[in-house]
């Protein structure tokens, strides 16, 4: 089992950046995908991007691609998604989580963590 903590979320203004992490315990990222959702008040959750995990491939929402950044660190224990030019759609909880195949659909994803609040003024 993949326990997933997520942090970095916090309150900020619109065209600024925010760093999220997500740490692993138990086991490590080894072999999974991971992958970044976020779901607005009222919402359901959506996918925002996702990177795998031999290749590195990335892939990414349209409405985050540019702007966001997802990553993984080489021990396999935490993961990043860096939100640049913040916007205040981008307001939401934001979940990671991890999958056994490279995808962006929820359903692939087995793991996930408690969430972290990111609000963003305009």
């Known amino acids: 089992q993949v326990l997933l903590v997520e942090s970095g979320g916090g309150l900020v203004q619109a065209g600024e950046s925010l760093r999220l992490s997500c740490a692993a315990s138990?086991?490590?990222?080894?072999?999974?995908?991971v992958g970044w959702f976020r779901q607005a008040r009222g919402a359901n959750r959506e996918f925002v991007a996702t990177i795998s995990y031999l290749t590195r491939s990335t892939m990414y929402a349209d409405s985050v691609k540019g702007r966001f950044t997802v990553s993984r660190d080489s021990a396999e224990k935490t993961a990043y998604l860096e939100m640049n030019s913040l916007k205040s759609e981008d307001t939401a909880v934001y979940y990671c989580?991890?999958?056994?195949?490279?995808?962006?659909?929820?359903?692939?994803?087995?793991?996930w963590g408690q969430g972290t609040q990111v609000t963003v003024s305009s």
């Open positions: 989580a991890v999958a056994g195949a490279f995808s962006r659909s929820l359903d692939q994803y087995n793991y």
């Open positions: 138990g086991r490590s990222f080894r072999g999974y995908a």
